[in-house]
């Protein structure tokens, strides 16, 4: 079954990796190109991450690089990984093509500058979350005080980017930052978060923040690493992260769910779901749960559904 992945690091780790990694077949990579392939990944996001050792005044240079590796590592050399800078674009991939899409994960790399993030913009970033796990210009990451809410230069942000129809990330943001943008975003989503109420992580969405989010048109896209997924993060099982799945099915229809793989973000891997080639293990469990139609919706019609309704 074709799978829309919403989040992965390739290009962080292709930007810091000391030896040359090529995208299209490094074993090091866990989405890599021949791994996208067999787990048949059709559409796969790139986000732009910029650890927070980088130094503030090199954090927008150090994306632009992320943004030339993606040109010279991901697209130029493999002709059938295709830009995805409009949306309509998606309906017309052919098979054996894979969309490939930029995030930007953080505003921390336009410091106060929304030309930076016009610049970014005119890349061909799609999808931007206003923050990391920490506090920038914008507002709290999830790694902060939940009380504190989203900044006034992050209202300016919020504006830009509903003008542009870019979609609002709220993945990593802390918990005021989420209820602040809930009311102002055209375009939201959580791309890579799973249900709190399985896991208590501040990166997970409660309940009330999935219904607020899905009323307000937006989807929660499910995460594929451990710590998000269960307490004991030893062993943690596709039927753990299928759990996940049918908690948010359960809360808010099938209709508003995704995946977001966080492949080449993570460090630990659920068992049988080690690298993008193990995807349709993940699918096949889904099965047993859901029937096939329901799959279909959350492994790529939910996404391709979503997208329609940006002009
Ligand atoms: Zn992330």
Excluded at 112 to 127: H, P, R, S, T, Y
Excluded at 198 to 209: A, E, K, V
Excluded at 243 to 271: C, P, Q, R
């Amino acid at each position: 079954m074709k799978i829309i992945d919403l989040h992965c690091d390739v290009l962080y780790q292709l930007s810091k990796s000391s030896e040359p990694l090529q995208f299209s077949l490094a074993p090091q990579l866990q989405a890599s190109k021949d791994k996208l392939q067999s787990g048949h990944v059709i559409v796969q996001n790139f986000a732009i991450f910029i650890s927070e050792h980088v130094p503030p005044a090199e954090k927008f240079t150090e994306a632009m690089r992320q943004i030339e590796l993606f040109h010279t590592n991901v697209l130029q050399p493999n002709p059938e990984i295709i830009h995805i800078t409009d949306w309509k674009q998606l309906e017309s991939l052919r098979e054996g093509q894979i969309g490939a899409f930029l995030s930007l994960e953080g505003c921390d790399a336009i410091g106060e500058d929304l030309f930076k993030l016009q610049a970014l913009i005119n890349a061909g970033v799609k999808l931007v979350g206003l923050t990391w796990n920490y506090e920038n210009s914008v507002a709290y990451g999830a790694e902060e005080a939940p009380d504190k809410g989203l900044k006034p230069f992050g209202k300016e942000v919020v504006k830009l980017l509903n003008e542009k129809d870019i979609i609002i990330d709220v993945s990593h943001l802390n918990e005021q930052g989420f209820w602040d943008v809930i009311p102002l975003a055209k375009h939201i989503l959580a791309s890579h978060s799973n249900a709190r109420a399985l896991c208590d992580h501040t990166r997970n969405l409660t309940d009330d923040q999935v219904r607020a989010l899905v009323k307000n048109g937006g989807h929660i896209h499910v995460v594929y690493y451990p710590p998000f997924i269960k307490k004991d993060t030893e062993n943690v099982t596709l039927m753990d992260l299928a759990g996940h799945v049918k908690h948010l099915a359960d809360l808010v229809g099938v209709e508003h769910l995704g995946l977001g793989s966080d492949f080449d973000g993570i460090y630990k891997t659920v068992v049988g779901l080690q690298n993008a080639a193990q995807s349709q293990n993940l699918i096949a469990t889904l099965l047993e749960q859901f029937s096939t139609e329901e799959v279909e919706k959350i492994a790529n019609r939910n996404f391709l559904d979503y997208v329609k309704n940006i002009e």
